[in-house]
T-cell receptor
Framework: ETGVTQTPRHLVMGMTNKKSLKCEQH?????MYWYKQSAKKPLELMFV???????ENNSVPSRFSPECPNSSHLFLHLHTLQPEDSALYLC????????????FGPGTRLTVT | KNEVEQSPQNLTAQEGEFITINCSYS?????LHWLQQHPGGGIVSLFM?????KKHGRLIATINIQEKHSSLHITASHPRDSAVYIC???????????WGAGTKLIIKP
């Protein structure tokens, strides 16, 4: 148990659906991250929020929309996804600033049909 | 050329063996992270180091900044050590780590 929870753990959705992934951290951190992990590929950073402001957005398609209502919660809203978006989506948190250790949630396994 | 390379990609060993996983990189860094990912998906940070050596239980991580190389060692390996081990580079004050592709370790009983 790392102090970072993600729901749901598994999600199957059609290409026309709208769904949201939720992440919550109980560590008092002030930075939160969304990563995508596809099979046999390194982690890809999607979004970073620090002090509830987005500080990184790595050219992610607009069908992925993040929301950070406060420092403990992070959402990833999904709409009109493609099959190639099927992956493990990981949330992480850390203290803001340099030289930080990230704490990861268990991930949401997303399948787009 | 990738900025970070891990070797080997896959490693299978018998219980009790001494394990070494390597991470080489080609850029300047402020720190290097070793993380562990179990089959369920969750990732756990093992070490963050910028020089020398760190030890935690049966795990030892070393880094040589001049040679741009780090190693993760596991002594007296156990089947529960089976996981993917990932090295990631930290480069100063932004939030983006440079991630290695991971080494998949299987320890057979």
């Amino acid at each position: 148990e790392t102090g970072v929870t993600q729901t749901p753990r598994h999600l199957v959705m059609g290409m026309t659906n709208k769904k949201s992934l939720k992440c919550e951290q109980h560590l008092g951190h002030n930075a939160m991250y969304w990563y995508k992990q596809s099979a046999k590929k390194p982690l890809e950073l999607m979004f970073v929020y620090s002090l509830e402001e987005r500080v990184e957005n790595n050219s992610v398609p607009s069908r992925f929309s993040p929301e950070c209502p406060n420092s403990s919660h992070l959402f990833l809203h999904l709409h009109t996804l493609q099959p190639e978006d099927s992956a493990l989506y990981l949330c992480a948190s850390s203290q803001a600033g340099a030289s930080y250790e990230q704490y990861f949630g268990p991930g949401t396994r997303l399948t787009v049909t | 050329k990738n900025e970070v390379e891990q070797s080997p990609q896959n490693l299978t060993a018998q219980e009790g063996e001494f394990i070494t996983i390597n991470c080489s990189y080609s850029v300047g860094i402020s720190a290097l992270h070793w993380l562990q990912q179990h089959p369920g998906g969750g990732i756990v940070s093992l070490f963050m180091l910028s020089s020398g050596k760190k030890k935690h239980g049966r795990l030892i991580a070393t880094i040589n900044i001049q040679e741009k190389h780090s190693s993760l060692h596991i002594t007296a390996s156990h089947p529960r050590d089976s996981a993917v081990y990932i090295c990631a580079l930290e480069r100063g004050s932004n939030y983006q780590l440079i991630w290695g592709a991971g080494t998949k370790l299987i320890i057979k009983p």
